[in-house]
């Protein structure tokens, strides 16, 4: 009984196969006869749509191959709209099926029903350009990004125009998302940070994370690019900071970012606060993740030093400083901070001595000592300051403080 129950489900599923087969090479007749209308194949395909047919394809990437070659027959309004409405049935079709061989098919509409013409209302297009992505065919990238480009550069007040424009956008950032390369890490960018409307910047903010995990060499392309200004720089640092790179990937980026904080020059104050906010938040991922290279040294030094002889000293950029050099502990770090030491030494011998030099001192002498360095200036010059008569008993307390913790 089991074996005549088996082999009746095989033969009705086996039927059901040759059905759904039969179907398909019906309804491809039907849609590629000779005398179908453009409202008729629009028809086939609801109705091949509503039997909620699975893996089909083949059917739908030659539909779409004929709905492109029927377009010079369109004379009508009627036609019109039945062709792009069939148009975006397919590329929906194709997308949930992941058509890979359909790619350059969707390409080619996505270039007849480009906004750059009147005539399109960007609907037809963004539709081809997320099915061209969910083929995860990566052919046409670099035509995607340059499409992207375009529009992101072409700033509109017109209603109608920029509601064309969006559409056709909200493709391009839907297929880079899918198609993970990282030629599409800047134009998205300058999607989320243009002039396009909220919905479409946060559908960019959304994406950038998922088309590559470590973008740190377009990042620092960006920050570095004279052309973009602080508003832009600081975005798309904070932007590294969201990314899945690698710690060691994010230093590298800091590392410019600081250096380009320190050597942007504006005189725009609100660009001015964009370039210091940068370089704040820079400091802060070295003390985290490390020094990439020796420029950050430099950089950190101006960020000691600019402050210091500022009249008006941004105190928390060099405690940012400072507590960044400790967290480092290398040599350059504590050479660093042996040189400010060293120069309060010099004022304080001197006479030049005030409420700032005591502030920069009650954070340089513990800084060295937590550094643990068993740098022999450094000894020498803490101990120095224990003997002399030149500082206050609670001034050479902080200096014994810091032998202690480096163990002399």
């Excluded at 643990?372 to 450094?378: E, L």
Aim: overall charge negative; hydrophobic content about 40%; charged content about 25%.
């Amino acid at each position: 009984m089991k074996r005549i129950i088996i082999t009746i489900l095989v033969i009705l599923i086996g039927m059901t196969a040759f059905a759904q087969s039969a179907n398909m090479s019906y309804y491809t007749d039907e849609f590629n006869r000779p005398t179908a209308t453009f409202v008729s194949r629009l028809r086939i395909l609801e109705n091949v749509r509503d039997a909620n047919l699975s893996d089909i394809g083949d059917f739908y990437a030659d539909a779409l191959k004929t709905v492109l070659i029927k377009i010079p027959d369109i004379k009508t309004r009627e036609d019109s709209e039945a062709s792009e409405t069939s148009a975006r049935m397919i590329c929906q079709a194709l997308a949930a099926e992941k058509y890979a061989a359909a790619a350059p098919d969707l390409w080619q509409l996505a270039q007849y029903s480009d906004i750059i013409r009147d005539t399109n209302d960007g609907l037809t297009m963004q539709e081809a350009l997320i099915a061209l992505g969910q083929t995860g065919d990566k052919t046409f990238v670099p035509h995607i990004v340059q499409t992207l480009d375009d529009i992101n550069t072409q700033q509109t007040s017109d209603v109608e125009t920029r509601r064309r424009k969006q559409r056709a956008v909200a493709g391009c950032i839907s297929a880079l998302e899918a198609l993970h390369e990282i030629a599409g890490y800047r134009p998205v960018f300058f999607a989320y940070v243009g002039w396009y409307d909220l919905t479409i910047r946060n559908m960019a903010y959304d994406a950038l994370p998922n088309i590559v995990d470590d973008p740190g060499d377009v990042i620092i392309g960006i920050i570095r690019d004279s052309s973009n200004n602080p508003s832009v720089k600081l975005r798309v640092w904070q932007e590294m900071l969201r990314t899945n790179a690698p710690d060691s990937s994010k230093a590298k980026v800091a590392a410019v970012a600081l250096d380009v904080g320190w050597n942007y020059q504006t005189s725009d104050p609100a660009l001015q606060r964009d370039a210091k906010s940068m370089r704040m938040s820079a400091i802060d991922t070295i003390s985290l993740l490390g020094a990439a290279d020796d420029s950050v040294y430099l950089n950190l030094d101006k960020s000691y030093s600019s402050n210091f002889v500022n009249n008006v000293p941004d105190y928390d950029e060099i405690r940012k400083t400072i507590n960044t050099l400790t967290a480092l502990k290398t040599d350059n770090a504590v050479a660093l901070l042996y040189k400010y030491l060293r120069d309060l030494n010099e004022r304080r011998r001197s006479g030049v001595w005030g409420n700032k030099e005591r502030q920069m001192m009650q954070l340089i002498v513990p800084a060295l000592g937590a550094t643990g360095t068993q740098s022999d200036d450094v000894k020498q010059l803490l101990t120095t300051i224990t003997n002399s008569q030149d500082y206050t008993g609670t001034e050479q307390s902080w200096a014994r403080d810091a032998l202690r913790r480096i163990g002399n």
